[in-house]
């Protein structure tokens, strides 16, 4: 069954762990959780494929695994915070993961994180990229309203 489309499905290289997504990824998910246990990370590592059909995958998701495409697994219902064991298990951090999946390197990841991060102007949903980012209405409301009290 296709994807049920969101509004939020337009930002830039993003993919938003919702319910539908939590549900299609819940055997990558499971197996990323399995690899808590050293016994698992061992049984894994000496033959990947086979210890993937222990698990409720799509052919596409065992690809996105076997090949550690870590934004295609989370296209297809990975969490971040599961798949980052599979990164763990390989002996990576989760700044190489991040690194990788921004297509940068770790020191220029690191630097943009410690910069702020990734600006927004390019990176917001398609239906307001072109508005300029601000604060919304309810927040500046609720800011005037504490500084006069204080003031």
């Known amino acids: 069954m296709a994807r049920k489309a969101q509004d939020y499905d337009d930002i830039p290289g993003t993919f938003v762990f919702d319910a539908e997504r939590s549900r299609e990824g819940y055997g990558i998910n499971m197996f990323c959780m399995s690899l808590m246990k050293d016994e698992n990370r061992k049984a894994f590592k000496a033959n990947e494929a086979e210890y993937l059909k222990?698990?409720?995958?799509?052919?596409a998701q065992a690809d996105a695994i076997l090949k550690r495409?870590?934004?295609?697994?989370?296209?297809?219902?990975?969490n971040i915070y599961f798949t980052a064991k599979l990164g763990a298990t390989d002996g990576h951090s989760f700044r190489h993961l991040a690194a990788v999946m921004t297509g940068s390197t770790q020191e220029d990841y690191a630097k943009m994180m410690l910069d702020g991060g990734r600006s927004v102007e390019g990176n917001r949903s398609r239906s307001g990229r072109d508005?300029?980012?601000?604060?919304?209405?309810?927040?500046?409301?609720a800011s005037s309203k504490a500084r006069s009290k204080r003031g």
Request: net charge positive.
């Open 131 to 141: 508005k300029p980012a601000g604060k919304t209405k309810s927040k500046s409301k």
């Open 54 to 59: 222990k698990f409720p995958l799509t052919p």
């Open 69 to 78: 495409d870590y934004n295609r697994m989370l296209e297809l219902g990975g």
